[in-house]
């Protein structure tokens, strides 16, 4: 069979790259690792194949990231079964080369198909894998990742009118990237986000072990609904919790220009929207057009609506809290909730079912050169900041922006941050989406599109979220920092720049989900979560995730001494102990500080580190002792050198805090203390009082 595969691969034509060793190399595996030889042809796309041009733009939705400049993959790989993925993955670790994964083409910054690494990559592309199946007795679907929203939506319409999924209106969105970084849509102030309704999922990790929700466990299960796409490993398929709605829903669209008052109806919006009942999802939509008196520019914010109940429910409700907005019969619709998603994105009302099946329609987010970015308002905006902000729309290179408010509030006011990696809950009253988009031929000169959409954020910095300023991982924005590509001891600390941002305090719980079951870095990509670098090097058990607990902020309360340690700059725990002790000159009292420390390390890479860190200290050979940690602990605990390990399990030895009558207080320090304040501190207080300081 093997000299028959190779036999297929090689007389197709295809272009080995520049790097032409290394595609071998892979192919190659790729032959011996694929049990179908008659698909391989079919599934396995190099750069000189005919085919290889139309699968890669197939799903490209950013034309700013497929430029004639754009790094490209040396294969794609659509794979027909998840054996086919597990073949990929060990090749692609065996030969050193990176992967990239891709559902629907929707990241904003292109990084499921194109990289800014110069460096030789593979793509997945699950377009393959896209099965719905629908149980309506129990109200669940199973969904690969490789579908689309809309492809979703359709057959979960085709089968109820009572049955629906809270993800986002963007009907040629990829379910697997959706579902990774959160996805919100009509129904997320009634039911949450999208990830907050899935209840299992099939994934295959770097070790090609396809998991469930049991056999991955909870922190990786909890890891990958929200935690954004590629970071820990292949996400085959999901099971959604399907959710209630009428078999009538409401929607309208009103438009108010600046000369109709639109300033005041948005910043009166503000107050309101995030208060309205659970069943309505409000936004606003602000952009620039021509105004009908004079042909002159103005700024026009359309206010749109999707209702989960009749027309004459819905107006009475607005009449009662936005009466300012004048909403009247002749403004709404009445229609299922599958088509609303379809109104929600422009299509003429009418348009049947099937249209969430087409793929290649332009629209907002997909198919267009764009830039995007997100931010999010936790205080009502003055009415002066939007009359300074509408003139930045009159700019050239505005001719086709637009900003979009979307009301939180609701289920998503309920939902502790902590419960999925997504935290943008309680407390925000909208958040801001930002797109600027522009033609073919103005590509070129895209840096002045950019340099715009940059202005309006920096603007917006006084008036949104901030430490940090949060941000949408689904509205990717590479302007938020990235990864260098090699850097594994910095890795952590560069990516926190970007990722507290992305996952506030979440963050470090997805760092350490990412060491436990990928701690060489396999899945990554210049916004993936890496792994600890220090726990690298202690070689993490990448067969547990370990034990740990995480407090209501998500910090982690983790009892594994390695990982506190790979918190901090050095691998050591230093304390320095205060004390009021005799002078052996005079017998006078005086002030002994004693500086101890445990290195996770030997006696020579010691001293060279304290050598250089602190050689103030003076510190020796002679000083330095050598022994397994647990003995360290007794050391600590000032039991004499050699004493058995059984003294461990002693439960009445004598130390400063047990078997005395003593109290302590703590504190922390976030700034160095005067010299003289510890000495003053300390003089005339009990001979057995003493100040324990640990870095």
Not at 445 to 451: A, L, P, R, T, Y
Request: with cysteine; glycine share 6%.
């Amino acid at each position: 069979m093997f000299p028959f595969l190779i036999v297929v691969l090689f007389s197709l034509s295809w272009k080995i790259s520049d790097s032409t060793q290394p595609a071998e190399e892979f192919l190659h595996c790729l032959s011996l690792r694929f049990h179908n030889s008659s698909s391989i042809s079919e599934l396995v796309y190099t750069q000189h194949n005919s085919s290889y041009s139309s699968v890669l733009k197939s799903s490209t939705q950013n034309f700013r990231l497929s430029t004639p400049s754009t790094p490209t993959p040396l294969v794609i790989i659509t794979p027909l079964h998840a054996s086919h993925i597990q073949a990929t993955v060990h090749c692609c670790k065996k030969h050193g080369l990176q992967l990239r994964i891709r559902s629907g083409g929707h990241d904003f910054e292109g990084l499921s198909y194109t990289t800014t690494y110069e460096v030789p990559f593979v793509v997945i592309d699950l377009l393959n894998l896209r099965s719905v199946r629908i149980n309506v007795e129990k109200g669940t679907a199973w969904v690969e990742s490789g579908a689309t929203v809309g492809e979703l939506y359709y057959e979960i319409a085709k089968r109820s009118r009572t049955l629906a999924f809270p993800a986002g209106i963007g009907h040629t969105v990829g379910v697997g990237g959706h579902l990774s970084g959160g996805g919100f849509g009509l129904l997320f102030r009634k039911y949450g986000l999208a990830a907050d309704n899935v209840i299992d999922s099939r994934l295959i990790d770097v070790k090609e072990r396809i998991l469930d929700r049991k056999s991955m466990g909870e922190d990786l299960f909890w890891a990958i609904r929200g935690g954004g796409g590629s970071s820990f490993g292949v996400v085959l398929a999901w099971k959604l919790n399907l959710v209630a709605v009428p078999a009538i829903v409401t929607v309208f669209t009103v438009s108010k220009t600046l000369e109709q008052n639109a300033t005041k109806l948005v910043h009166r919006w503000q107050y309101i929207a995030h208060k309205l009942p659970k069943e309505i999802h409000m936004s606003i939509g602000i952009s620039r057009v021509k105004s009908n008196e004079n042909e002159k520019m103005t700024i026009q914010a359309s206010f749109r609506a999707v209702f989960l109940g009749s027309i004459d429910e819905l107006l009475p409700l607005m009449e009662e809290k936005f009466p300012q907005l004048g909403i009247v019969k002749e403004d709404c619709f009445e229609m299922g909730w599958a088509e609303s998603n379809l109104y929600s994105t422009q299509f003429p009302i009418g348009v049947p079912l099937e249209t969430l099946l087409n793929g290649n329609r332009k629209s907002i987010l997909s198919k267009l050169f764009f830039k995007a970015k997100s931010d999010y308002v936790k205080q009502p905006i003055p009415e002066t900041t939007f009359e300074g902000l509408w003139p930045k729309f009159y700019k050239e290179e505005a001719k086709s922006a637009i900003m979009v408010f979307v009301a939180y509030g609701g289920k998503m006011d309920e939902i502790l941050e902590t419960e999925t990696p997504f935290p943008h809950r309680a407390g925000n009253l909208y958040s801001i989406s930002y797109v600027v988009d522009w033609e073919e031929e103005e590509n070129k000169n895209s840096e002045k599109f950019m340099s715009w959409i940059r202005r309006i954020h920096n603007y917006m910095t006084p008036y949104v979220s901030k430490s940090p300023r949060e941000v949408y991982v689904n509205f990717r924005d590479l302007d938020t920092g990235t990864n260098e590509i090699n850097d594994k001891e910095n890795s952590h600390e560069q990516a926190k720049i970007w990722g507290i941002k992305y996952f506030k305090n979440n963050f470090d719980r997805l760092v350490h989900v990412k060491t436990m079951i990928d701690p060489e870095n396999f899945f990554r990509h210049e916004q993936s979560v890496p792994p600890l670098p220090c726990l690298l090097k202690k070689g993490a058990n990448s067969n547990s995730l370990g034990s740990f607990s995480i407090d209501v902020n998500g910090r982690i309360l983790d009892k594994n001494p390695w990982e506190k340690i790979c918190f901090g700059p050095f691998e050591e725990v230093v304390e320095v102990a205060l004390g009021v002790k005799s002078s052996k000159d005079d017998d006078k009292m005086t002030i002994q500080a004693r500086f101890s420390s445990m290195f996770l390390g030997g006696t020579d890479k010691l001293l060279q580190l304290m050598e250089e860190k602190f050689p103030q200290l003076g510190l020796m050979k002679e000083d330095c002792l050598e022994m397994s940690w647990a003995e360290s602990d007794l050391y600590f605990e000032q039991f004499p050198i050699g004493a058995p390990l059984e003294t461990l399990l002693g439960r009445n030895h004598k130390s400063a805090l047990s078997k005395s009558f003593f109290k302590a207080k703590s504190e922390f320090v976030k700034q160095p203390i005067p010299e003289m304040v510890v000495a003053q501190v300390l003089q005339g207080r009990s001979k057995s009082m003493a100040m324990v300081f640990v870095a």
